[in-house]
């Protein structure tokens, strides 16, 4: 009799302290945002995008859309293991009316400038070469609506790390 007596005074115990009221402790001076509330404002900026490019030479995105006249904010996250030396990304917005493969075999040949060619007027706007685990984040004023193509600029990348970059 003693041990139902003390089997149910401990399941009864145990459904008070996980039923129990809990109280959030705030701190003095310290305010809590809504996180789900600032991840549904960043997710309805269609001018703040996330790209990723990996070890198989591929973004996952072909077709970048953001609205003119706003700041434009591009995070570019490579979630490859291997070294900028090896499978760098970046991410290159050309101006219109730019030949893609003409500027990605000129940029082949500017490794020391991060395969952007020095002195062009070909680039709207680009993200410094990352390797395998590195972000890079960029951010520029949208240009004028349109269609601008954009690619990663290492060797022999644009044929497969290309888009579209709508402005409307």
């Keep these: 009799m003693k041990v139902i007596r003390i ?3 401990l399941i009864f115990s145990m459904f008070l302290v996980a039923c129990g009221g809990k109280e959030e402790k705030k701190k003095e001076g310290f305010s809590y945002e ?17 790209i990723t490019g990996n070890d198989a030479m591929q973004f996952n995105k072909k077709e970048i859309k953001v609205e003119a006249g706003k700041k434009v904010k591009i995070t570019l996250r490579h979630i490859g ?7 760098g990304h970046n991410v290159v917005i050309l101006e219109q009316g730019v030949n893609l ?9 500017a490794a020391a400038n991060g395969y952007i060619p020095k002195g062009t007027t070909d680039v709207i706007a680009h993200t410094k070469m990352i390797g395998g ?10 240009p004028a609506p349109g269609t601008y193509d954009f690619l990663c600029s290492f060797p022999g990348h644009y044929a497969l790390m ?3 970059f709508i402005v409307e």
């Excluded at 293991?81 to 499978?87: A, C, F, R």
């Excluded at 685990?133 to 949208?142: H, K, L, P």
Aim: negative net charge; without cysteine; proline residues 2%.
């Design 7 to 9: 089997t149910t005074l």
């Design 34 to 50: 809504n996180t789900s509330e600032v991840s549904k404002e960043v997710e309805n900026n269609p001018n703040d995008v996330t």
């Design 133 to 142: 685990g590195e972000t890079a984040v960029i951010e520029f004023d949208a």
């Design 101 to 109: 493969t003409a500027f990605g075999n000129k940029a082949a040949t």
């Design 162 to 164: 290309k888009g579209k």
């Design 81 to 87: 293991k291997m070294n900028k030396n090896v499978m």
